[in-house]
Each structure stands twice: as structure tokens, then as C-alpha cells.
């Protein structure tokens, strides 16, 4: 059966150090990988598209790899801030019944220390 | 506008009402999407409209029934839940109709089934 999973329910970083989550996925094969914040009670925000052929994306201090030998995406947050704390989701696309479908994993909540 | 906006933002029914929930979007969007997230896990798809029709309909029980006035309005009629349909029930839109960009996700309705 399909698979996506984040492999850390919780990670504690100090400020400024780098958050680097983990996304991997089994039996899947998908065309985009997307990467989401969600706060507690609010919808998820989007942060980074990356493509099956593409290997990096960056956008200010977020970086995203995507590996698909792996089948791994790693998600970089550096010079971490306490206004980074949420949850991030990885959330897969691949085409079905006509359209690309979303798929989350659980996700990772990231607490940023001071 | 890159805004979603849902109304209510809470709602507490009984297991014999009938209520709705309202979705709304001026980004022009072609793709509307109603999730389900149940706390402390990722959001669930549950139907996807493209172009105002019903493309999508992840077997979601009949008590729940979406509708697309137009093509920035996504109503969810509600009727006969149960306590186990208590969530938070997420509204999305995106620009491509097959789904392949950022999904732009609302705040949100947090449900509650007495």
C-alpha cells in the first residue's frame, strides 16, 4: 500500500540552528511533492512545489531536496526562528482520475527554542 | 486577493440538523477542494470540483454534500452527522483545474456533532 511518512512526530531546535524534516514514501510514485505550515487551528499554508525532475528548490531560508531513488524529500529551514514553530506537512501529487490529487503525511511539529 | 475564506468559523450542530458550510475565493480559481482533518492527523480530501463540476468523491457518505454555485463559491450541506464527522473541515482552490500548483487552504470550520 501507498506510504508517506514523516519520521519525526516532534523535533526541538535551538534558534538559529538549521531544521532539516524528512518525508519519505513507498509504492508511490508521484509527480510533484508540495511542502505546507500549519498552525494549530488554521489551514495549511504553502511553502515550496518541487517537481520529479527537479533535485533542490529555495525560496529565502527554505530549502526542499528531492530524491526520487530515495523516494526521500528532505525540507531545510536555516537560522531557525521561534516564529518558525508549527507543523510541516509533505504532501504528495500524482495524477488520478483526472487530476492531481493531494496526499499529506502526518506531519512534523517543529519547536524552535530561543 | 490570494485569500480563502470560510464561514462559520465554528459550528456546533445536533446529530438531527441540517447546516452548511460556505467556501468563497476571488483568485479565479478553477479547482475548489473540501478536506477533512481530524486533530493531530493531515488533512483528508473529500471532493474536488474543476470548473464548478464534481470531479472527485473520495466515498464520502451521503450526509455530507458539496455544491458549487459558481466558480468562486463551494457550499458543504450538511444533514444527519454523526459525532465521528466532529473536525475541522478545510476549504481549498488552486489555479490549474488539474491540480498541479500550490493549493490555497482557508482557515477553516471547526465542527462539533453533539
Known amino acids: 500500500s501507498q506510504k508517506i511518512e514523516q519520521n519525526s512526530e516532534a523535533l526541538n531546535i535551538q534558534e538559529g540552528k538549521t531544521a532539516t524534516l524528512t518525508c519519505n514514501y513507498t509504492n508511490y510514485s508521484p509527480a510533484y511533492l508540495q511542502w505546507y505550515r500549519q498552525d494549530p487551528g488554521r489551514g495549511p499554508v504553502f511553502l515550496l512545489l518541487?517537481?520529479?525532475?527537479?533535485k533542490e528548490k529555495r525560496k529565502e531560508r527554505l530549502k526542499v531536496t528531492f530524491d526520487t531513488t530515495l523516494k526521500q524529500s528532505l525540507f531545510h529551514i536555516t537560522a531557525s526562528q521561534p516564529a518558525d514553530s508549527a507543523t510541516y506537512l509533505c504532501a504528495l501529487q500524482k495524477k488520478g482520475a483526472g487530476s492531481y490529487q493531494l496526499t499529506f503525511g502526518k506531519g512534523t511539529k517543529l519547536s524552535v527554542i530561543p | 486577493d490570494t485569500e480563502v475564506t470560510q464561514t462559520p468559523k465554528h459550528l456546533v450542530m445536533g446529530m438531527t440538523n441540517k447546516k452548511s458550510l460556505k467556501c468563497e475565493q476571488h483568485m479565479g480559481h478553477r479547482a475548489m477542494y473540501w478536506y477533512k482533518q481530524k486533530a493531530k492527523k493531515p488533512p483528508e480530501l473529500m471532493f474536488v470540483y474543476s470548473y464548478e463540476k464534481l470531479s472527485i468523491n473520495e466515498s464520502v457518505p451521503s450526509r455530507f454534500s458539496p455544491e458549487c454555485p459558481n466558480s468562486s463559491l463551494l457550499n458543504l450541506h450538511l444533514h444527519a452527522l454523526q459525532p465521528e464527522d466532529s473536525a475541522l473541515y478545510l476549504c481549498?482552490?488552486?489555479?490549474?483545474?488539474?491540480?498541479?500548483?500550490?493549493?490555497?487552504f482557508g482557515p477553516g470550520t471547526r465542527l462539533t456533532v453533539l
Open positions: 481549498a482552490s488552486s489555479q490549474d483545474q488539474l491540480g498541479r500548483r500550490e493549493q490555497f
Open positions: 518541487i517537481r520529479e525532475n527537479e
